[in-house]
């Protein structure tokens, strides 16, 4: 009976823990809400709008576009290289001679040519960095001692000397050694043996029995020790010589022109630009450049502005670099040609917006022959240049003027769904004296567009005073309306593309920017809201 | 601000809950019996949303605008409420002859798994919660006042029993004591706060004092152990002479010291939000859905926040009733029941008795109070064979029928096996 009992009661037990463990998670329950709140601020200065490196400030506060870029430049590679150069040496034995330990059987110095390019005759150099790869092969029948020197190579006033024991050789196979030098930091006298040559050092090979042999060895005539040099990747920091009568031709070429970036459109009246075109010479010799083409790009628009100057297609002499025995190692030469709004066409080459700038330029360098008596010179660090210097108040006529970025977006997946619809509202007080329209453009993963958002309303510009300048901010309200449809493509927009369009007030007064001008936007969102959306 | 309402609501309403029924002694033994029973109930109500709001709430659904604007028309500033409970227990019965020289006494043992929640809030903040701030343009939305509780927790217990009679009167008595692990607790306090729209949206304040008290929230399951309490129970009646009783009953005087790891935020400013800073008007990108998609305002609306041990009391009930029967059919009870600590109202209430049989009962029951209003329940019982009893009912059979004119919902069912 008691056992009876116990089944009931844990058959008891088990249906009620059964019907009681299953708990139902139930569905989320859902409601619309509508939602005011800022979302993002932001202030706007005219760093924003052009690179900050390139603004300066004048006295009166206005501000100006500073802008300077290298063209190009002539440095040692332009005028010569000295190439990885591999020289066999074959030192073979004339007599037999039975040498004992120690005895030095072999002593003989030799001139290694460079091949360097461009005809150059160099007579000194000093070696930034490069290598010396040494093989060297012995078929005496004894471990010897082979002292290598480059006579003609001095670091801090040593010479480069390496010793080191080569392997005897076997009657079949040579003794074999290798080891690479670093010739950093070495001078090298170039002038050879006699010191009437030019790109040509010194080599010195002696053998020697090793001192540690136990007997005499038999150095038979024919028997050879053979030695290859390789110069690998060596870089002079400092060269002397005669560079040559020779003509460089750089270009056509195109270097980037970064100021414009983010104007996409429109119109920009300036009121001056100045531009100066310098070139320096920090090299030895004497150079005439002419510019064949200067031409402004804009890639994006495809359109082109070529320079319009008397500097195109005339030469220009400029001297020698001087050295100075000191820091800095030269005395640069300058030339510079001023390029304006008065002698040239440059306003409407900068108006253009470019993002390039297009050079086509011819050097003749010793125009004038060998007037140095083999003292041209190069640094590797001290290059010719030719540096461009744009400046130009920013005092302009702006007329859609448009400004476009492209950035990621990417709603988060807790969300997609929940907004139905709304504003995007946009309150602007505006410093600058621009009107400004605004517009949005959805894009998806391949940056096609999904659909454009164009706000009602614009920002309007500050009031001008009597000085064309803008001391109070203006308020204004855009409204950008989503609709349910907009808001379906915002789920799926991978990139949203902004658009900015300003506008000058007062047209056709040229309007000074000034520092401190700001135009402070805040979004706000008015949206219709799902919580729980499914 | 707006997930955060909603969270605090969608978490004041998220666990369906209970002590449904005050009087579920349907059949007394009048000798002590070895028994095992079981019971569930859950009771979940609301002073300002009715059924058909607080069903779709919880079990899922659409709350669309007639339902919102129902609730609006209700809502009373001083006295907002809603709450509920959901219990389940498990318990045996087993007799002993003689303890302390009393007969006809038994021990008690059981098990119990026991949610609550509870939560007093202004009309503002349903308002706010229900239709977003917008409404709220250029005015403050009031959220002083607003309390909110949840705790879940399970209990062993143990406990003694005697059945005696008097007057003809079956009596019975006696005491549990519960050893409670604490599951989960939350625990919002707002003294004082408010919400300032500005008249375009292009601020928000929030005027806050508060505190917030959590435990662990990376183990919250029926298997976290997040503190520990002690419960108490104690109950008797009283034999009148002309065969009717008095039933006094006090439920859950104790405590829960909540673990090491719960966490208190506490923030007593006004936390002003224009928006996020960008670089640029270029820069906007995610920035936008950043601010809708994340709480990152709310991440940072606390001035202190530690980690550390609390106690919390547990919110007592008191039951007194009074049965009079009047022969073999009809059986009536009048009580009042109440819950200290809990946000409730003082609930009234009546179940009448009829005997088809000996065996087989069906009980009426009409209150009003607790967290909702007139509640008109049914209820129906029955012995088989004096070996099982079985029963089930509703305090709330008007939720089922007019969902958008009542406000709370409950239901209990009970087995209890003798041997």
Same mark, same amino acid.
């Given at each position: 009976m008691m056992q009876k009992n116990n089944i009931k009661i844990v058959l008891f037990l088990a249906i009620i823990l059964a019907l009681f463990s299953c708990r139902k998670d139930f569905e989320q329950p859902e409601w619309d809400v509508d939602l005011l709140a800022p979302l993002v601020k932001t202030t706007l200065n005219i760093g924003d709008l052009l690179p900050d490196s390139v603004l300066q400030t004048n006295p009166d506060t206005s501000l100006k576009v500073v802008y300077e870029t290298s063209i190009f430049d002539v440095d040692m590679d332009s005028l010569f290289r000295i190439p990885d150069t591999t020289i066999?040496?074959?030192?073979?034995?004339?007599?037999?001679?039975?040498?004992?330990?120690?005895?030095?059987?072999?002593?003989?110095?030799?001139?290694?040519?460079?091949?360097?390019?461009?005809?150059?005759?160099?007579?000194?150099?000093?070696?930034?960095?490069?290598?010396?790869?040494?093989?060297?092969?012995? =078929?005496?029948?004894?471990?010897? &001692?082979?002292?290598?020197? &480059?006579?003609?190579?001095?670091?801090?006033?040593?010479?480069?000397?390496?010793?080191?024991?080569?392997?005897?050789?076997?009657?079949s196979q040579p003794g074999y050694f290798t080891t690479r030098i670093d010739i950093s930091d070495y001078e090298l006298n170039l002038t050879g043996i006699n010191n009437n040559k030019v790109n040509t050092f010194v080599t010195r090979a002696i053998a020697v029995v090793d001192?540690?042999?136990? /007997?005499?060895?038999?150095?038979?005539?024919?028997? =050879?020790?053979?030695?290859?040099?390789k110069l690998v990747d060596v870089v002079p920091a400092f060269v002397r010589g005669y560079f040559g009568n020779q003509q460089f031709r750089f270009g056509p070429e195109s270097t980037t022109f970064d100021v414009f970036n983010r104007i996409t459109g429109g119109t920009l009246d300036l009121d001056q630009v100045n531009v100066n075109l310098t070139f320096e010479n920090g090299i030895g010799v004497d150079a005439r450049l002419t510019i064949n083409q200067l031409e402004a790009v804009n890639t994006n628009t495809s359109t082109n502005s070529a320079l319009n100057h008397t500097i195109i297609g005339n030469a220009i002499n400029i001297n020698r670099a001087q050295r100075t025995f000191s820091i800095p190692e030269v005395n640069y030469t300058t030339h510079t040609t001023a390029i304006t709004t008065a002698n040239s066409n440059i306003d409407q080459m900068i108006e253009l917006f470019p993002n390039e700038l297009v050079y086509d330029i011819s050097l003749h360098i010793n125009p004038l022959g060998n007037i140095s008596g083999n003292n041209d010179f190069v640094f590797k660090k001290h290059p010719l240049k030719t540096n461009l210097n744009v400046e130009f108040p920013l005092s302009l006529?702006?007329? /859609?003027?448009?400004?476009?970025?492209?950035?990621?977006?990417?709603?988060?997946?807790?969300?997609? +769904?929940?907004?139905?619809?709304?504003?995007?509202?946009?309150?602007?007080?505006?410093?600058?004296?621009?009107?400004?329209?605004?517009?949005?453009?959805?894009?998806?993963?391949?940056?096609? /567009?999904?659909?454009?958002?164009?706000?009602? +309303?614009?920002?309007?510009?500050?009031?001008?005073n009597s000085n064309l300048r803008a001391t109070t901010k203006k308020s204004s309200k855009v409204v950008f309306q989503l609709s349910e449809q907009d808001i379906t493509?915002?789920?799926?927009?991978?990139?949203?593309? &902004?658009?900015?369009?300003?506008?000058?007030?007062?047209?056709?007064?040229?309007?000074?920017?000034?520092?401190?001008?700001?135009?402070?936007?805040?979004?706000?969102?008015?949206f219709s809201y799902t919580v729980n959306a499914k | 601000m707006m997930r955060f309402l909603i969270l605090i609501i969608t978490t004041i309403l998220f666990f369906e809950s209970s002590q449904a029924q005050y009087n579920t002694r349907y059949f007394q033994d009048s000798i002590q019996r070895l028994s095992f029973s079981s019971e569930a109930g859950f009771v979940y109500g609301s002073s300002v949303m009715n059924n058909d709001f607080m069903n779709k709430f919880i079990y899922g659904g659409r709350i669309d605008r007639t339902m919102k604007d129902n609730a609006y028309n209700k809502l009373n500033t001083?006295?907002?409420?809603?709450?509920?409970?959901?219990?389940?227990? !498990?318990?045996?019965?087993? #007799?002993?002859?003689?303890?302390?020289?009393?007969?006809?006494?038994?021990?008690?043992?059981?098990?119990?798994?026991?949610?609550?929640?509870?939560?007093?809030?202004?009309?503002?903040?349903?308002?706010?919660?229900?239709?977003?701030?917008?409404?709220?343009?250029?005015?403050?939305?009031?959220?002083?006042?607003?309390?909110?509780?949840?705790?879940?927790?399970?209990?062993?217990?143990?406990?003694?029993?005697?059945?005696?009679?008097?007057?003809? !009167?079956?009596?019975?008595?006696?005491?549990? !004591?519960?050893?409670?692990?604490?599951?989960?607790? !939350?625990?919002?306090?707002? #003294?004082?706060?408010?919400?300032?729209?500005?008249?375009?949206?292009?601020?928000?304040?929030?005027?806050?004092?508060?505190?917030?008290?959590?435990?662990?929230?990376?183990?919250?399951?029926?298997?976290?152990?997040?503190?520990?309490?002690?419960?108490?129970?104690?109950?008797k009646d009283f034999a009148l002479k002309n065969g009717d009783k008095f039933h006094v009953e006090i439920n859950d005087i104790g405590f829960i010291r909540m673990s090491k790891k719960a966490l208190e935020y506490k923030a007593d400013k006004t936390f002003h939000y224009d928006g996020i800073e960008v670089n640029s008007i270029f820069d906007i990108n995610d920035s936008i859905t950043n601010s809708i998609s994340q709480d990152s305002l709310l991440d940072n609306i606390y001035t202190s926040k530690k980690q550390g041990s609390y106690g919390i009391a547990l919110p007592t009930t008191i039951n007194i009733s009074y049965t009079k029967t009047f022969n073999q059919k009809w059986k009536a009870e009048v009580g009042v029941f109440n819950r200290l600590l809990a946000n409730y109202f003082p609930y009234i209430y009546t179940n009448t008795t009829y005997y088809f049989s000996s065996n087989f009962l069906s009980q009426l029951h009409v209150s009003y109070g607790g967290y909702g209003k007139l509640n008109i329940g049914l209820s129906a019982a029955v012995n088989i064979k004096n070996k099982v009893q079985l029963y089930l009912g509703t305090n709330n059979l008007n939720a089922y029928v007019v969902p958008k004119s009542t406000f709370v919902n409950s239901g209990f069912i009970g087995i209890k096996a003798l041997f």
């Open positions: 066999n040496e074959v030192f073979p034995m004339s007599l037999s001679v039975l040498a004992a330990p120690g005895d030095a059987f072999y002593s003989v110095d030799r001139e290694v040519t460079l091949n360097v390019t461009n005809n150059v005759q160099l007579n000194y150099a000093l070696i930034e960095s490069g290598f010396i790869d040494i093989e060297i092969w012995s =078929e005496i029948q004894e471990q010897i &001692i082979v002292t290598y020197t &480059i006579p003609t190579a001095t670091k801090n006033g040593d010479t480069l000397v390496l010793t080191e024991l080569i392997p005897a050789g076997n009657g001192t540690n042999a136990t /007997q005499s060895v038999l150095v038979s005539a024919g028997q =050879e020790i053979a030695i290859t040099n006529i702006a007329n /859609q003027l448009t400004l476009t970025d492209t950035t990621k977006i990417n709603l988060s997946d807790e969300n997609k +769904g929940n907004i139905i619809d709304g504003d995007l509202i946009l309150y602007a007080e505006n410093g600058f004296p621009f009107d400004a329209t605004i517009s949005l453009s959805l894009l998806d993963a391949s940056n096609n /567009q999904l659909v454009a958002i164009n706000p009602s +309303g614009n920002i309007l510009a500050a009031p001008l493509h915002l789920y799926n927009t991978e990139n949203i593309k &902004i658009n900015v369009s300003f506008t000058t007030l007062g047209q056709p007064q040229f309007i000074k920017i000034y520092e401190g001008y700001e135009l402070d936007l805040k979004v706000v969102g008015d | 001083d006295n907002n409420r809603l709450g509920g409970d959901l219990t389940f227990n !498990v318990n045996a019965i087993i #007799p002993i002859d003689t303890l302390f020289k009393k007969t006809n006494m038994a021990l008690t043992f059981g098990v119990s798994h026991t949610e609550h929640i509870d939560a007093v809030f202004t009309d503002d903040l349903f308002q706010l919660a229900f239709d977003g701030n917008k409404q709220f343009a250029g005015e403050e939305a009031i959220l002083s006042g607003t309390n909110m509780n949840y705790f879940a927790y399970q209990k062993v217990y143990f406990g003694i029993n005697a059945i005696t009679q008097k007057h003809g !009167v079956i009596l019975s008595e006696g005491f549990n !004591v519960g050893i409670i692990k604490a599951q989960e607790h !939350v625990a919002l306090t707002i #003294p004082k706060g408010s919400l300032f729209t500005e008249t375009d949206g292009k601020h928000i304040d929030l005027t806050l004092n508060y505190a917030f008290n959590q435990t662990d929230t990376s183990k919250n399951n029926i298997s976290a152990f997040n503190g520990f309490g002690i419960s108490t129970q104690i109950y």
